[in-house]
Protein backbone atom coordinates (compact mmCIF):
# COMPACT_ATOMS: atom_id res chain seq x y z
CA UNK A 1 0.00 0.00 0.00
CA UNK A 2 1.20 3.12 -1.12
CA UNK A 3 -0.16 5.26 1.81
CA UNK A 4 0.16 5.10 5.47
CA UNK A 5 -2.82 5.91 7.73
CA UNK A 6 -2.69 8.33 10.03
CA UNK A 7 -2.28 7.59 13.75
CA UNK A 8 -4.85 9.66 15.26
CA UNK A 9 -4.23 9.03 18.89
CA UNK A 10 -0.70 10.20 18.18
CA UNK A 11 0.62 7.47 20.05
CA UNK A 12 4.40 7.23 20.74
CA UNK A 13 6.26 5.38 18.69
CA UNK A 14 7.20 1.86 19.70
CA UNK A 15 9.97 -0.34 18.15
CA UNK A 16 10.24 -4.61 17.32
CA UNK A 17 13.27 -4.40 19.27
CA UNK A 18 11.87 -2.83 22.45
CA UNK A 19 8.59 -5.04 22.34
CA UNK A 20 10.39 -8.26 21.92
CA UNK A 21 12.78 -6.92 25.00
CA UNK A 22 9.63 -5.89 27.09
CA UNK A 23 8.17 -9.30 26.11
CA UNK A 24 11.29 -11.17 26.95
CA UNK A 25 11.30 -9.61 30.62
CA UNK A 26 7.73 -10.89 31.02
CA UNK A 27 8.90 -14.31 29.78
CA UNK A 28 11.84 -14.25 32.13
CA UNK A 29 9.66 -13.95 34.80
CA UNK A 30 7.74 -17.08 34.37
CA UNK A 31 4.85 -15.16 32.41
CA UNK A 32 3.05 -16.12 29.32
CA UNK A 33 3.67 -13.32 26.28
CA UNK A 34 2.83 -12.91 22.32
CA UNK A 35 2.49 -9.92 19.87
CA UNK A 36 -0.85 -9.92 19.23
CA UNK A 37 -3.37 -7.99 17.18
CA UNK A 38 -2.83 -5.71 14.44
CA UNK A 39 1.39 -6.74 14.34
CA UNK A 40 0.55 -9.96 13.74
CA UNK A 41 -1.98 -9.76 10.95
CA UNK A 42 0.85 -7.00 9.10
CA UNK A 43 3.57 -9.34 9.20
CA UNK A 44 1.57 -11.96 7.66
CA UNK A 45 0.21 -9.22 4.99
CA UNK A 46 4.02 -8.74 5.00
CA UNK A 47 3.83 -5.24 5.39
CA UNK A 48 5.83 -3.11 8.66
CA UNK A 49 3.81 -3.52 11.69
CA UNK A 50 3.67 0.00 13.77
CA UNK A 51 2.85 -0.76 16.52
CA UNK A 52 3.54 -4.29 18.58
CA UNK A 53 1.47 -5.12 20.97
CA UNK A 54 1.68 -7.33 23.77
CA UNK A 55 -0.62 -9.51 25.67
CA UNK A 56 0.78 -11.88 28.75
CA UNK A 57 -1.28 -14.00 31.47
CA UNK A 58 0.33 -11.55 33.66
CA UNK A 59 -2.63 -9.38 35.50
CA UNK A 60 -2.14 -5.66 35.43
CA UNK A 61 -0.26 -5.44 38.95
CA UNK A 62 2.25 -7.66 37.97
CA UNK A 63 2.96 -6.19 35.01
CA UNK A 64 3.65 -2.75 36.40
CA UNK A 65 5.82 -4.48 39.40
CA UNK A 66 8.03 -6.14 36.52
CA UNK A 67 8.67 -2.72 34.62
CA UNK A 68 10.54 0.44 36.11
CA UNK A 69 8.78 3.01 33.85
CA UNK A 70 4.63 2.25 33.56
CA UNK A 71 1.86 3.82 32.93
CA UNK A 72 -2.00 2.51 33.98
CA UNK A 73 -3.98 4.08 30.90
CA UNK A 74 -6.85 1.20 31.19
CA UNK A 75 -6.23 -0.57 34.11
CA UNK A 76 -9.24 -1.68 34.43
CA UNK A 77 -9.28 -3.35 31.34
CA UNK A 78 -6.00 -4.65 32.00
CA UNK A 79 -3.88 -2.28 29.81
CA UNK A 80 -0.30 -0.95 30.79
CA UNK A 81 1.83 0.97 29.18
CA UNK A 82 5.54 -0.21 29.26
CA UNK A 83 8.40 2.50 28.73
CA UNK A 84 11.54 0.69 27.36
CA UNK A 85 14.20 2.79 25.66
CA UNK A 86 12.28 4.96 23.60
CA UNK A 87 8.96 3.15 22.79
CA UNK A 88 6.36 2.76 24.69
CA UNK A 89 4.69 -1.03 24.65
CA UNK A 90 1.30 -1.41 25.03
CA UNK A 91 0.76 -4.39 27.24
CA UNK A 92 -2.42 -5.88 27.91
CA UNK A 93 -3.96 -8.82 29.92
CA UNK A 94 -5.46 -11.52 28.24
CA UNK A 95 -9.35 -10.60 29.29
CA UNK A 96 -13.06 -11.89 28.34
CA UNK A 97 -15.46 -8.61 28.36
CA UNK A 98 -18.86 -9.12 30.00
CA UNK A 99 -21.90 -7.67 28.75
CA UNK A 100 -22.06 -4.67 26.53
CA UNK A 101 -25.00 -2.36 27.78
CA UNK A 102 -24.14 0.59 26.24
CA UNK A 103 -22.68 -0.67 22.33
CA UNK A 104 -19.68 1.03 23.30
CA UNK A 105 -17.36 -0.53 26.08
CA UNK A 106 -17.96 -3.53 27.96
CA UNK A 107 -19.45 -3.35 31.61
CA UNK A 108 -16.63 -5.92 33.37
CA UNK A 109 -13.90 -7.18 32.17
CA UNK A 110 -12.33 -10.93 33.89
CA UNK A 111 -8.69 -11.67 33.47
CA UNK A 112 -8.07 -15.56 31.66
CA UNK A 113 -6.10 -16.98 28.73
CA UNK A 114 -4.77 -16.69 25.41
CA UNK A 115 -7.29 -18.25 23.79
CA UNK A 116 -10.56 -16.67 25.54
CA UNK A 117 -8.34 -13.43 24.72
CA UNK A 118 -8.66 -13.99 20.96
CA UNK A 119 -12.11 -14.41 21.05
CA UNK A 120 -13.45 -11.46 22.50
CA UNK A 121 -11.28 -9.44 19.34
CA UNK A 122 -13.53 -8.54 16.64
CA UNK A 123 -12.52 -9.87 13.32
CA UNK A 124 -10.39 -13.12 12.71
CA UNK A 125 -7.37 -11.36 11.00
CA UNK A 126 -6.90 -9.26 14.30
CA UNK A 127 -7.15 -12.62 16.32
CA UNK A 128 -3.85 -13.44 16.33
CA UNK A 129 -0.92 -14.17 18.27
CA UNK A 130 2.65 -14.13 17.69
CA UNK A 131 5.31 -16.20 19.36
CA UNK A 132 8.52 -14.55 17.98
CA UNK A 133 11.15 -17.21 20.02
CA UNK A 134 9.58 -20.13 18.94
CA UNK A 135 10.67 -21.36 15.31
CA UNK A 136 8.58 -24.64 15.15
CA UNK A 137 4.83 -25.42 15.43
CA UNK A 138 3.90 -27.82 17.84
CA UNK A 139 3.13 -30.65 16.74
CA UNK A 140 0.29 -31.50 18.30
CA UNK A 141 -1.23 -28.59 18.23
CA UNK A 142 -3.49 -27.47 15.52
CA UNK A 143 -3.88 -24.06 15.84
CA UNK A 144 0.31 -23.24 15.53
CA UNK A 145 1.31 -22.53 12.59
CA UNK A 146 5.63 -21.42 11.76
CA UNK A 147 6.39 -18.27 9.94
CA UNK A 148 10.25 -16.83 9.64
CA UNK A 149 8.99 -14.18 12.17
CA UNK A 150 8.08 -17.11 14.67
CA UNK A 151 4.66 -19.28 15.65
CA UNK A 152 1.67 -18.00 14.93
CA UNK A 153 -0.92 -18.78 17.32
CA UNK A 154 -4.68 -19.08 15.80
CA UNK A 155 -7.49 -19.99 17.88
CA UNK A 156 -9.96 -18.33 15.49
CA UNK A 157 -8.72 -19.21 11.86
CA UNK A 158 -7.30 -16.09 11.06
CA UNK A 159 -4.37 -17.25 9.10
CA UNK A 160 -6.52 -19.00 6.11
CA UNK A 161 -8.81 -15.83 6.21
CA UNK A 162 -5.55 -13.79 5.91
CA UNK A 163 -4.11 -16.19 3.38
CA UNK A 164 -8.36 -16.03 1.23
CA UNK A 165 -8.53 -11.74 2.18
CA UNK A 166 -11.59 -12.82 3.74
CA UNK A 167 -12.64 -10.43 6.68
CA UNK A 168 -15.36 -12.16 9.11
CA UNK A 169 -16.25 -11.72 12.59
CA UNK A 170 -15.32 -14.07 15.34
CA UNK A 171 -18.04 -15.95 16.69
CA UNK A 172 -21.71 -14.69 15.93
CA UNK A 173 -21.35 -11.60 13.83
CA UNK A 174 -24.87 -10.67 14.90
CA UNK A 175 -24.21 -10.56 18.53
CA UNK A 176 -20.33 -9.07 17.36
CA UNK A 177 -21.69 -5.46 15.69
CA UNK A 178 -24.39 -5.09 18.66
CA UNK A 179 -22.60 -5.23 21.51
CA UNK A 180 -19.81 -3.04 20.08
CA UNK A 181 -21.31 -0.73 17.19
CA UNK A 182 -17.84 0.86 16.28
CA UNK A 183 -17.01 -2.50 15.10
CA UNK A 184 -19.06 -1.79 12.26
CA UNK A 185 -16.81 0.69 10.66
CA UNK A 186 -13.57 -1.04 11.78
CA UNK A 187 -14.91 -3.53 9.52
CA UNK A 188 -15.13 -1.35 6.50
CA UNK A 189 -11.82 0.32 7.31
CA UNK A 190 -9.86 -2.97 7.63
CA UNK A 191 -11.83 -4.26 4.53
CA UNK A 192 -10.70 -1.11 2.27
CA UNK A 193 -7.28 -1.25 3.55
CA UNK A 194 -6.23 -5.08 3.25
CA UNK A 195 -8.83 -5.17 -0.18
CA UNK A 196 -10.61 -7.80 1.66
CA UNK A 197 -14.28 -9.19 0.91
CA UNK A 198 -16.40 -9.17 3.47
CA UNK A 199 -18.00 -12.65 4.90
CA UNK A 200 -21.63 -13.24 4.31
CA UNK A 201 -22.64 -13.21 7.44
CA UNK A 202 -20.73 -10.53 8.32
CA UNK A 203 -22.04 -8.52 5.84
CA UNK A 204 -25.32 -9.28 6.87
CA UNK A 205 -25.15 -8.20 10.30
CA UNK A 206 -23.22 -4.49 9.28
CA UNK A 207 -26.26 -3.41 7.31
CA UNK A 208 -28.80 -4.98 9.88
CA UNK A 209 -26.81 -3.15 12.31
CA UNK A 210 -25.96 0.12 10.45
CA UNK A 211 -28.47 2.45 11.94
CA UNK A 212 -26.74 1.52 15.55
CA UNK A 213 -24.12 3.81 14.54
CA UNK A 214 -25.73 6.65 16.33
CA UNK A 215 -24.75 5.87 19.41
CA UNK A 216 -20.89 6.15 19.08
CA UNK A 217 -19.58 9.22 19.99
CA UNK A 218 -18.81 11.89 17.07
CA UNK A 219 -15.36 11.92 17.83
CA UNK A 220 -14.67 7.75 18.27
CA UNK A 221 -16.81 7.85 14.32
CA UNK A 222 -14.46 10.70 13.49
CA UNK A 223 -11.24 8.85 14.18
CA UNK A 224 -12.32 5.73 12.09
CA UNK A 225 -13.25 8.05 9.37
CA UNK A 226 -9.77 9.98 9.49
CA UNK A 227 -8.46 6.50 9.06
CA UNK A 228 -10.68 5.13 6.12
CA UNK A 229 -10.98 8.24 4.18
CA UNK A 230 -7.84 10.07 3.77
CA UNK A 231 -5.65 7.09 2.44
CA UNK A 232 -5.89 6.16 -1.46
CA UNK A 233 -7.89 3.16 -0.10
CA UNK A 234 -10.81 5.30 0.19
CA UNK A 235 -12.25 4.19 -2.85
CA UNK A 236 -12.92 0.82 -1.83
CA UNK A 237 -14.70 2.39 2.01
CA UNK A 238 -16.98 5.02 -0.12
CA UNK A 239 -19.01 2.48 -1.88
CA UNK A 240 -19.37 0.13 1.38
CA UNK A 241 -20.29 2.91 3.39
CA UNK A 242 -22.93 3.54 1.19
CA UNK A 243 -24.04 -0.29 0.43
CA UNK A 244 -24.23 -0.58 4.41
CA UNK A 245 -26.43 2.24 4.47
CA UNK A 246 -23.70 3.43 7.20
CA UNK A 247 -23.77 6.58 5.04
CA UNK A 248 -27.02 7.89 5.97
CA UNK A 249 -26.04 7.86 9.39
CA UNK A 250 -22.70 9.88 8.79
CA UNK A 251 -24.27 12.59 6.90
CA UNK A 252 -27.65 12.03 8.83
CA UNK A 253 -27.83 16.26 9.83
CA UNK A 254 -27.59 16.59 6.31
CA UNK A 255 -30.48 17.20 3.62
CA UNK A 256 -31.80 13.17 3.39
CA UNK A 257 -30.46 10.67 0.44
CA UNK A 258 -31.75 7.99 1.86
CA UNK A 259 -32.65 4.56 0.08
CA UNK A 260 -30.38 6.48 -2.92
CA UNK A 261 -28.94 3.68 -4.25
CA UNK A 262 -24.61 4.71 -4.94
CA UNK A 263 -23.75 5.32 -9.07
CA UNK A 264 -20.22 5.16 -9.20
CA UNK A 265 -20.06 6.17 -12.35
CA UNK A 266 -21.34 9.83 -11.09
CA UNK A 267 -19.28 9.91 -7.81
CA UNK A 268 -17.46 12.52 -7.63
CA UNK A 269 -15.90 10.94 -4.34
CA UNK A 270 -14.10 8.54 -5.98
CA UNK A 271 -12.96 11.24 -8.85
CA UNK A 272 -10.52 13.38 -6.21
CA UNK A 273 -7.24 12.33 -6.56
CA UNK A 274 -7.73 8.81 -7.32
CA UNK A 275 -4.62 6.58 -6.26
CA UNK A 276 -3.14 9.25 -3.87
CA UNK A 277 -3.73 10.16 -0.16
CA UNK A 278 -5.47 13.18 0.45
CA UNK A 279 -6.37 15.30 3.77
CA UNK A 280 -9.44 14.61 5.81
CA UNK A 281 -11.05 17.49 5.07
CA UNK A 282 -10.33 17.40 1.31
CA UNK A 283 -12.16 13.86 1.95
CA UNK A 284 -15.02 15.30 3.59
CA UNK A 285 -15.51 18.17 1.54
CA UNK A 286 -15.65 15.71 -1.63
CA UNK A 287 -18.07 13.52 0.57
CA UNK A 288 -20.75 15.83 1.43
CA UNK A 289 -20.41 17.21 -2.08
CA UNK A 290 -21.15 13.75 -3.81
CA UNK A 291 -23.64 12.51 -1.04
CA UNK A 292 -25.70 15.90 -2.15
CA UNK A 293 -24.88 14.74 -5.69
CA UNK A 294 -26.03 11.00 -5.61
CA UNK A 295 -29.13 12.28 -4.09
CA UNK A 296 -30.21 14.61 -7.52
CA UNK A 297 -28.02 13.59 -10.72
CA UNK A 298 -29.35 16.49 -12.62
CA UNK A 299 -28.60 18.86 -10.41
CA UNK A 300 -25.37 20.96 -10.82
CA UNK A 301 -22.85 20.48 -7.85
CA UNK A 302 -22.54 24.67 -7.98
CA UNK A 303 -26.28 24.28 -6.27
CA UNK A 304 -24.44 22.74 -3.45
CA UNK A 305 -21.45 25.15 -3.11
CA UNK A 306 -23.52 28.01 -2.12
CA UNK A 307 -22.97 30.16 1.22
CA UNK A 308 -25.98 28.78 3.24
CA UNK A 309 -25.28 25.40 1.85
CA UNK A 310 -21.80 25.17 2.81
CA UNK A 311 -22.45 26.77 6.26
CA UNK A 312 -24.74 23.56 6.17
CA UNK A 313 -22.75 21.11 6.13
CA UNK A 314 -20.09 22.51 8.05
CA UNK A 315 -23.20 22.09 10.35
CA UNK A 316 -23.69 18.29 10.03
CA UNK A 317 -20.14 17.47 9.72
CA UNK A 318 -20.22 19.28 13.18
CA UNK A 319 -22.64 17.37 14.87
CA UNK A 320 -21.93 14.09 13.28
CA UNK A 321 -17.88 14.25 13.61
CA UNK A 322 -16.67 16.72 16.12
CA UNK A 323 -13.76 17.16 13.88
CA UNK A 324 -11.16 19.51 14.88
CA UNK A 325 -11.67 22.89 13.49
CA UNK A 326 -8.32 22.73 10.90
CA UNK A 327 -10.16 19.80 9.15
CA UNK A 328 -13.58 22.11 9.40
CA UNK A 329 -11.79 25.08 8.14
CA UNK A 330 -10.00 22.96 5.27
CA UNK A 331 -13.70 21.14 4.20
CA UNK A 332 -15.44 24.85 3.78
CA UNK A 333 -12.34 26.29 2.62
CA UNK A 334 -11.74 23.72 -0.22
CA UNK A 335 -15.46 24.32 -1.07
CA UNK A 336 -16.37 28.10 -1.03
CA UNK A 337 -14.67 28.92 -3.76
CA UNK A 338 -16.28 26.67 -6.21
CA UNK A 339 -19.66 28.94 -6.54
CA UNK A 340 -17.43 31.92 -7.74
CA UNK A 341 -14.70 30.14 -9.55
CA UNK A 342 -17.45 27.82 -11.70
CA UNK A 343 -20.30 30.46 -12.01
CA UNK A 344 -21.34 32.11 -14.91
CA UNK A 345 -19.44 34.57 -15.27
CA UNK A 346 -15.52 34.55 -15.99
CA UNK A 347 -13.86 35.40 -12.88
CA UNK A 348 -11.92 37.85 -12.32
CA UNK A 349 -7.90 38.02 -12.49
CA UNK A 350 -7.72 39.41 -8.76
CA UNK A 351 -10.22 36.64 -8.32
CA UNK A 352 -8.42 33.78 -9.34
CA UNK A 353 -4.71 35.26 -7.90
CA UNK A 354 -6.64 35.70 -4.40
CA UNK A 355 -7.63 32.09 -4.82
CA UNK A 356 -4.44 30.65 -5.69
CA UNK A 357 -2.70 32.60 -2.41
CA UNK A 358 -5.26 30.26 0.13
CA UNK A 359 -4.53 27.85 1.62
CA UNK A 360 -7.13 25.28 0.59
CA UNK A 361 -6.18 26.09 -3.10
CA UNK A 362 -4.93 22.67 -4.34
CA UNK A 363 -7.96 20.97 -2.49
CA UNK A 364 -10.40 23.13 -4.52
CA UNK A 365 -8.51 22.71 -7.53
CA UNK A 366 -8.55 18.41 -6.86
CA UNK A 367 -12.34 19.02 -6.25
CA UNK A 368 -12.78 21.25 -10.03
CA UNK A 369 -10.63 18.20 -11.57
CA UNK A 370 -13.09 15.80 -10.34
CA UNK A 371 -15.59 17.89 -11.21
CA UNK A 372 -14.61 18.49 -14.65
CA UNK A 373 -14.10 14.46 -14.89
CA UNK A 374 -18.10 13.87 -14.43
CA UNK A 375 -18.06 15.81 -17.46
CA UNK A 376 -19.17 19.04 -15.77
CA UNK A 377 -17.97 22.73 -16.34
CA UNK A 378 -15.00 20.90 -18.36
CA UNK A 379 -14.65 23.83 -20.60
CA UNK A 380 -14.07 26.16 -17.50
CA UNK A 381 -11.98 23.85 -15.62
CA UNK A 382 -9.64 23.42 -18.26
CA UNK A 383 -8.95 26.96 -18.37
CA UNK A 384 -8.69 27.43 -14.97
CA UNK A 385 -5.90 24.99 -14.87
CA UNK A 386 -3.85 26.22 -17.25
CA UNK A 387 -4.33 29.50 -16.21
CA UNK A 388 -3.72 28.75 -12.23
CA UNK A 389 -0.29 26.83 -13.63
CA UNK A 390 0.62 29.89 -14.83
CA UNK A 391 -0.16 32.44 -12.45
CA UNK A 392 1.22 30.29 -9.73
CA UNK A 393 4.89 30.76 -11.32
CA UNK A 394 4.52 33.90 -10.51
CA UNK A 395 3.91 35.51 -7.16
CA UNK A 396 0.23 35.48 -6.43
CA UNK A 397 0.56 37.02 -3.43
CA UNK A 398 2.95 39.99 -3.45
CA UNK A 399 3.06 42.41 -0.26
CA UNK A 400 0.45 45.14 -0.78
CA UNK A 401 1.60 48.26 -1.66
CA UNK A 402 -0.19 50.44 0.42
CA UNK A 403 -1.30 49.59 4.29
CA UNK A 404 -4.36 50.85 6.21
CA UNK A 405 -1.48 52.97 7.98
CA UNK A 406 -1.63 55.32 4.55
CA UNK A 407 -4.90 55.56 5.05
CA UNK A 408 -4.75 56.70 8.36
CA UNK A 409 -2.22 59.73 7.47
CA UNK A 410 -4.63 60.39 4.78
CA UNK A 411 -7.20 61.04 7.48
CA UNK A 412 -9.32 57.96 7.13
CA UNK A 413 -10.96 56.64 10.22
CA UNK A 414 -11.26 52.62 10.30
CA UNK A 415 -14.54 51.13 8.78
CA UNK A 416 -16.16 49.44 6.16
CA UNK A 417 -15.08 51.70 3.31
CA UNK A 418 -11.80 51.84 4.90
CA UNK A 419 -11.52 48.03 3.90
CA UNK A 420 -12.87 48.33 0.96
CA UNK A 421 -10.41 51.40 -0.30
CA UNK A 422 -7.51 48.65 1.12
CA UNK A 423 -9.27 45.84 -0.89
CA UNK A 424 -9.85 47.76 -4.28
CA UNK A 425 -6.09 48.80 -4.49
CA UNK A 426 -4.91 45.40 -3.80
CA UNK A 427 -7.22 43.90 -6.61
CA UNK A 428 -5.85 46.59 -8.63
CA UNK A 429 -2.29 46.02 -8.07
CA UNK A 430 -2.79 42.19 -8.37
CA UNK A 431 -4.66 43.00 -11.73
CA UNK A 432 -1.40 45.01 -12.76
CA UNK A 433 -3.57 47.90 -13.01
CA UNK A 434 -1.33 50.17 -10.39
CA UNK A 435 2.12 48.89 -10.61
CA UNK A 436 3.58 51.62 -7.70
CA UNK A 437 3.19 52.26 -4.21
CA UNK A 438 2.76 56.23 -5.98
CA UNK A 439 0.11 54.99 -8.25
CA UNK A 440 -1.57 52.80 -5.35
CA UNK A 441 -1.93 56.11 -3.28
CA UNK A 442 -3.38 57.91 -5.56
CA UNK A 443 -5.77 55.67 -6.43
CA UNK A 444 -6.70 55.65 -2.57
CA UNK A 445 -6.57 59.56 -2.69
CA UNK A 446 -9.36 59.36 -5.81
CA UNK A 447 -11.34 56.77 -4.18
CA UNK A 448 -11.64 58.46 -0.74
CA UNK A 449 -12.39 61.68 -2.22
CA UNK A 450 -14.97 60.21 -4.46
CA UNK A 451 -16.93 59.03 -0.94
CA UNK A 452 -16.67 62.62 0.16
CA UNK A 453 -18.75 63.67 -2.74
P1 LIG B 1 -4.22 -0.58 13.20
O1 LIG B 1 -3.04 -1.03 12.40
O2 LIG B 1 -5.20 0.20 12.40
O3 LIG B 1 -3.88 0.05 14.50
P2 LIG B 1 -5.02 -2.75 14.86
O4 LIG B 1 -5.48 -4.13 14.51
O5 LIG B 1 -3.74 -2.62 15.57
O6 LIG B 1 -5.00 -1.92 13.51
P3 LIG B 1 -6.21 -1.35 17.04
O7 LIG B 1 -7.43 -0.50 17.03
O8 LIG B 1 -4.90 -0.74 17.31
O9 LIG B 1 -6.20 -2.11 15.64
O10 LIG B 1 -6.50 -2.53 18.07
C1 LIG B 1 -5.55 -3.53 18.39
C2 LIG B 1 -6.26 -4.90 18.51
O11 LIG B 1 -7.26 -4.84 19.54
C3 LIG B 1 -7.02 -5.29 17.26
O12 LIG B 1 -6.18 -5.96 16.34
C4 LIG B 1 -8.10 -6.19 17.82
O13 LIG B 1 -7.62 -7.47 18.07
C5 LIG B 1 -8.43 -5.54 19.15
N1 LIG B 1 -9.53 -4.56 19.07
C6 LIG B 1 -9.43 -3.22 18.90
N2 LIG B 1 -10.62 -2.63 18.88
C7 LIG B 1 -11.54 -3.61 19.05
C8 LIG B 1 -12.96 -3.64 19.14
N3 LIG B 1 -13.67 -2.52 19.02
N4 LIG B 1 -13.54 -4.82 19.34
C9 LIG B 1 -12.81 -5.97 19.47
N5 LIG B 1 -11.49 -6.01 19.40
C10 LIG B 1 -10.85 -4.84 19.19
MG1 LIG C 1 -2.99 -0.74 16.35
Same mark, same amino acid.
Given at each position: ??????????????????? =?? +???????????? !??????????????????????? /?????????????????????????????????????? &????? !????????????????? /??????????????????? #??????????????????????????????????????????????????????????????? @????????????????????????????????????? +???????? !???? /???? &?????? #??????????????????????????????????????????????????? #????????????????? #?????????? @?????????????????????? &??????????????????????????? @????????????????????????????????????????? !???? =????????????????????????
Amino acid at each position: MSDVPPNPSNKPPCSREDA =LA +VLGRLRQAGQVA !YFAGGCVRDLLLGLEPKDWDVAT /DAPPQRVRALFSNTQAVGAAFGVILVRHSKSVVEVATF &RTEGA !YSDGRRPDAVAFTDAEH /DARRRDFTINGLFLDPEKR #EAGSDKREEVATPDGVVIDYVGGVEDLKNRILRAIGQAQQRFSEDHLRLLRAVRFAARFAMAV @EEETARAIRVNAPRLRGISPERIADELRMMLAPATRA +VAWPMLWS !YALI /DVIF &RFLPSS #EGVEFDARRSLFLRVAPGRAISFGLALAAGVLDYRMQGDHAADPIAFVTRK #EIHAAARAMREALRISN #EELDEMVGAL @EPLEHLLGPAEPALAIKKRFLA &RPTAGASRELIRAIASLGLHGERAGRL @EAEFDELAKGEVAPAPLITGDDLLAMGMKPGPAFRRVLEAV !YDAQ =LEGRVGTRAEALAMAKTMIENMKT
